[in-house]
């Protein structure tokens, strides 16, 4: 047994929190296997005007507070995204605040963006070993903070110069008042102002792409007036979806009556379906990152069938260890050839109208 699988089912049986956080202590120490991410044509693909090696990323909430991202690099991902990050480092809700659903292979947490702080955060990305591996820094704000809009342009002005995107998280259920910023009115305040400081800037030499990050539990109305207000200012792409604070009638895990957002597999159909309502909202113009209940090649491929040019995933990297990236990418690879597509761009959305009218069970 290697010493990553011997840790990796250490982890296992400990309670979540302290399973993250020894996780993440391993990989500082760069205990970590090593699968390489240079994979088959078919896999590569130019998205965001870079190239990715392949479609899967290691998503937000992980390395929240960017210490092992170089590490990450290694388990053959293509892209990672830390955070999310907040101006000031802030310890988040009382423990307990993550839950296993063994039975559902799924997780409820309600962390509160625990992090140690962008001006930490920034210094450790300045230390960024691997140039190759694709990184985004997703960014927050303080709880309560009076002056969310501001904080936004300031956390953005920070990470920009070491992130290859942003995510601007706007849909996290365990910051209050947070996920009312997907509302029009408040949206576009917001985007009007990171528009306004981060593109008129004229000192800013670089500008990288920015994502929105949305929650699953918006109606096709709501998700209609975010694209449009997307599509009118200058955010490169979406991120569909962050967890669900609704609970699926069919959960079975004792814990599923903790308040939090829930991920994992009991998440994957109603993220996929807003994936895939977001995809035609959009009619291409912006491409799409996948993200829920993701868990296998299957699952992978149809984020990707339903609307997204790439995927990520979280929770099942903490049930299945970490050679899951390279596992998924090799049956996408056969998922693909099978398909007679050329390569991953040639499929995406091609199942969407199925995904955006499916009927999901609740
Ligand atoms: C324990 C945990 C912490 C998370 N923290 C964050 C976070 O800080 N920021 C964020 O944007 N998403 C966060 N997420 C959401 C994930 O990035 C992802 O959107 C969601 O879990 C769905 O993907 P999954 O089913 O593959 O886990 C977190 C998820 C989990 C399970």
Redesign the pocket.
């Known amino acids: 047994m290697t010493i990553t699988n011997f840790l990796f089912k250490i982890a296992r049986k400990l309670d979540?929190e302290r399973a993250?956080l020894l996780t993440i202590q391993a990989l500082k120490l760069g205990i970590t296997p090593r699968y390489s991410n240079n994979s088959d044509e078919v896999l590569t693909s130019e998205v965001f005007g870079m190239k990715f090696q392949n479609p899967m990323g290691l998503?937000?909430?992980?390395d929240?507070s960017a210490e092992a991202f170089n590490s990450i690099d290694k388990l053959g991902c293509g892209f990672v995204?830390v955070?999310?990050l907040t101006l000031k480092p802030q310890a988040g809700n009382e423990r307990p605040r993550?839950f296993r659903l063994e039975e559902d292979q799924?997780?409820?947490?309600r962390?509160g963006?625990n992090?140690d702080g962008l001006s930490c955060a920034v210094k450790r990305l300045s230390k960024r070993k691997n140039p190759a591996g694709i990184l985004g820094v997703?960014i927050?704000i303080n709880k309560n903070s009076p002056t969310p809009i501001s904080d936004y342009v300031e956390a953005l002005r920070l990470a920009s110069p070491l992130a290859d995107y942003i995510?601007i998280?706007i849909?996290?259920p365990n910051t209050p008042g947070l996920r009312d910023l997907q509302s029009s009115e408040k949206l576009e305040k917001l985007l009007g102002a990171i528009e306004k400081s981060y593109f008129e800037n004229e000192g800013q030499t670089f500008t990288p792409p920015i994502l929105l990050?949305i929650a699953p539990d918006l109606t096709e109305k709501e998700i209609k007036e975010i694209v449009q207000i997307a599509l009118k200012t200058s955010v490169s792409g979406l991120?569909v979806?962050?967890?669900t604070v609704t609970r699926p009638t069919l959960l079975k895990g004792y814990k599923k009556t903790e308040p939090g957002?829930l991920?994992?597999?009991p998440?994957?159909e109603l993220?996929t379906k807003k994936l895939a309502q977001t995809y035609l909202a959009c009619k291409g113009k912006i491409p799409l990152i996948g993200?829920?209940?993701?868990?296998s090649a299957e699952t992978a491929y149809a984020k990707i069938r339903a609307g997204a040019s790439l995927v990520?995933?979280?929770?099942?990297?903490?049930y299945r260890g970490p050679r899951l990236f390279k596992s998924i990418n090799d049956g996408l690879d056969l998922l693909i050839k099978n398909d007679n597509f050329r390569n991953v761009q040639d499929a995406v959305g091609i199942d969407a109208k199925y995904w955006a009218d499916k009927k999901i069970l609740d």
């Not at 993200?291 to 868990?295: A, I, L, N």
């Open positions: 979540p993250h998503a937000a909430g992980f929240k995204e955070g999310t993550v799924a997780i409820i947490n962390y963006f992090n997703n927050g995510t998280n849909s996290s990050k991120v979806s962050n967890t957002g991920s994992g597999p998440l994957f993220s993200v829920g209940g993701v868990d990520q995933l979280y929770t099942a990297v903490t």
